[in-house]
């Protein structure tokens, strides 16, 4: 079993849509959970931390489940340049700042 | 500020060969991390590095890998003799501290290793 899993999609949703994006992982000592935005050939960049009260930023919403090591993205009325592949990260228990990435949620926003 | 860099952009060399890739991070940023990242896979992590030394080499696949950070500033990755399987996208990320909740790692722009 996958450390971070996550729906590869792809999600092809029109623009304006609101679109879900959901991810589990294993350690439930993980300690601190990310998601990464990742466009085609590009590095990874950190979109937004997720914190267990839930968080927001503009049109997107994090949400942390501890009990079910459970991670959501919500993105509201999507964009074009939303499109991009969406990254579900989980730093572990230790102190060395390893970051355990899942495969990704691709997400296509078209007009 | 300048972001992380890493050279090359792309290599591509033959099975045999050897190839040292190169990453400088954020200046000021102690900690730095490689990533790598093979065709339909997620992204591994390979090592951590604080300043000059070696805090996590959990992630390396064997010992035809080396990483150094001599000074405790840039650090290479040489692969000797690189394997077919070892083609993909290497990443080199930093940050400032590790090990706390509120840490970011930035990503360089990443080589991409073919290896035939």
């Known amino acids: 079993r996958k450390e971070v899993e996550q729906d590869p999609g792809p999600f092809n949703v029109p623009e304006g849509a609101t679109v879900a994006f959901n991810c589990t992982y294993s350690n439930s000592a993980s300690q601190s959970f990310f998601w990464y935005r990742q466009d085609c050939r590009k590095e990874p960049k950190l979109l937004m931390s997720?914190?267990?009260s839930g968080n927001e930023d503009g049109r997107f919403t994090a949400q942390l489940n501890r009990a079910s090591q459970y991670i959501s993205l919500l993105i509201r009325d999507s964009k074009l340049s939303d499109s991009a592949t969406y990254l579900c990260v989980v730093r572990g228990s230790s102190n060395t700042g390893k970051l355990i990435f899942g495969q990704g949620t691709t997400l296509q926003v078209k007009p | 500020e300048a972001g992380v860099t890493q050279f090359p952009s792309h290599s591509v060399i033959e099975k045999g060969q050897t190839v040292t890739l190169r990453c400088d991070p954020i200046s000021g940023h102690d900690n730095l991390y490689w990533y790598r990242r093979v065709m339909g896979k997620e992204i591994k992590f390979l090592l951590h590095f604080v300043k000059e030394s070696k805090q996590d080499e959990s992630g390396m696949p064997n010992n035809r890998f080396l990483a150094e950070r001599t000074g405790g500033t840039y650090s290479t990755l040489k692969v000797q003799p690189a394997e077919l399987e070892d083609s993909g996208v290497y990443f080199c990320?930093?940050?400032?501290?590790?090990?706390?909740?509120?840490?970011?790692?930035?990503f360089g722009p990443g080589t991409r290793l073919t290896v035939l």
């Open positions: 990320a930093s940050s400032q501290r590790s090990g706390r909740s509120t840490d970011t790692q930035y």
């Open positions: 997720v914190y267990s």
